[in-house]
């Protein structure tokens, strides 16, 4: 990932959006520190891939541990 400054991240926007818009990821800094980052936008969210990905976490939780999402929640681990 690039990083830019922020004063030349004002003066460059129209180019950093179209950088990220062809799928670059663009870091911007503000002393020196990264402040924020420019990602390309999604164009539609899959909802179904939505629910898949929730349901592969709760397994994988529950696999790793034996132990149910909302016990863990209950227990303060989530």
């Not at 999604?42 to 898949?52: A, G, L, S, W, Y």
């Not at 976490?57 to 303060?76: M, P, Q």
């Amino acid at each position: 990932m690039r990083t830019i400054g922020l004063f030349e991240a004002k003066q460059k926007l129209s180019e950093i959006v179209e950088r990220a818009s062809e799928g670059e990821r663009i870091g911007i800094t503000r002393r020196g520190k990264l402040a924020a980052v420019v990602i390309p936008a999604r164009h539609e969210i899959d909802i179904k891939e939505v629910f898949r990905n929730i349901d592969r976490i709760r397994k994988r939780v529950r696999n790793r541990d034996g132990v149910s999402t909302k016990e863990l929640i209950k227990e303060g681990r989530l």
